[in-house]
């Protein structure tokens, strides 16, 4: 039987539940608005950690780990787990891997990732090749912040367009058979790159990727938006937010009644953040917590999660290069 | 049906065909052993282009057309691509993909990234979720010292354990329907760190995990090491090699008579490469070229092909830790 469905979306055959979900914040993110979703909150950004490095290693294996245990099963009942982080080879998910010692698939999608493992992961499961798989995700403010930008201690001054990296690591549990919320349909997002070449501007880089792949969704499923509850981006904050919502008026589609940024929603407005949140982390908390919470609950019975990836490094910036940009949507539906 | 077999690997029900390949070298490796087996050999490592990572991408561009061209297809019947490089952040593979217009996931297995691009793009096809994948990847021994290690035009004099990055990248169409050799097994490797610290012993640091793959993809398919012509692996070089057969034989199992590694089959001994060849596109030229062509030849009936990949980085090294490594491991058979 075919999946694919139009010119890039799958159409699940057997759709995975999404069985469990954990996250893990530092202290910005637990002071904000989504506090009571998540499952730990860390007093400070490095812990008993040598290294902002480590500690992100230490979030993502916790966060693994915690949803394997929510799922009520065992770490060795994993078939694969799938994962990746934002750091140079990522290092936060390698070493954090090193423990958990099951069949491992590294990704590279920026903040992009949760939607691509939660798609590989389900092509793994509806393809007939487990029974179960692990999708984990993290960034860390921090260790971001001196690997793209400046020492994180030099406390540069943000711009206005600027987001936050999410200092957090989320867990999920796709499985075969189960109960609760499934991931039925995916669209496999292409490179678009508009040519914006400023680092602190990811939100309007990212925002035509994402119109491209939520356009290019519709038309493969003929699902209009009104089709979904909500429809979530990951980490665009609140300029790319407006960008996505004007360009889609302009191909003459109204998304402001439900569609919303997961970048909009972690911290308060006083929290000083600029534009919003960023990072893997961000789609990755919001989803693992406060969205999966109301799925369970039947409050959203549909949504359209789409992450988005900034794809660029300080080796392309220092080259003037312009940000190539990628986003992946994944439907999950309640019964 | 259920394809997963033993704890690791995939037995693929409707097994891919490798329905065309290329590659695209620098001019070390033209001068090398398998000069006659690249499909174009460039003159100078960077070409018309303004950096050695510019140049990386536009090989990998140029190997995932070519090889596409190759297939006689056109882009636009690719389902997907899958595709990563060394860079930090794939920089090579984001670039790359821009102008090819394909539905795209971004991988890091480092130099396992051949293997582990070939195996996700099988699942993918198996499972029924397309009919075309190209898989792609690249590594360019100027851009990756400079990354890695130290600013290439110093010159650092390399210790004798040391390996070669390959300036290449290579292009592979998996079809779900077609002719040619097939990929019919797969075995998803776990980390392995045995504690090595030294980023120039790649090799040795690797050779655990490519042994704890192979031992896996024995246990799991029942398959024995003679029942491959020959079994591959990426990157080791002869240090590397040497301890892989070492570690086998440990375990009782003899594979000198049918075991090679790539890295120690692209330069020649003059060329001062030390132990050998690294980086994604050293099983990449290599499968993509001679061993491609023995395999269509039928000098080459069933081969075991390991990526194996060395997944530090600069500030892990920097923060005094060791080398988590990998190997996926895929059977590919002609009829």
Redesign the interface.
Known sequence: ????QG??S?VF?VPPYVTGTANIVGPMEGQGLLASYYDKIMEDTIGQH??W??CESFMLEWAVKEAVAKDSSQMDEI??ILA?D??????ST??A??S???????????CSTLA?GL??GS??L?????NKVAVGVSSHHDAAER?YRFPTEQGVQRPPISQWTVTGAAGTVLSLTGQGPRITVAT????V?LGIKDPNAMGPAMAPAAVDTLWQHIQDTGRQPAYYDMIYTGDLGRVGKKLVIQLMQEKGLDITANYEDCGCMIYRGEQDTQSGASGCASSGIVFTGYLYRQLQAGNLKKILLMGTGS??????YQ?K?SI?C?AHAVAIEAE
Not at 86 to 91: D, P, S
Not at 188 to 191: E, Q
């Open positions: 039987m075919q999946k694919k010119k890039q799958i055959a040598p290294s490095e480590k078939d694969y990746g934002l750091l140079n080879q990522l290092m390698h070493f891997m090193r958990l010692g099951r069949p491992f698939l590294g990704l590279y999608g920026a691509e798609l590989l092509v793994l509806d393809g007939g090749f487990g690997q496999v997002g292409k490179i790159d794809l660029h490094s300080t080796t392309s080259q290069e190539p990628i």
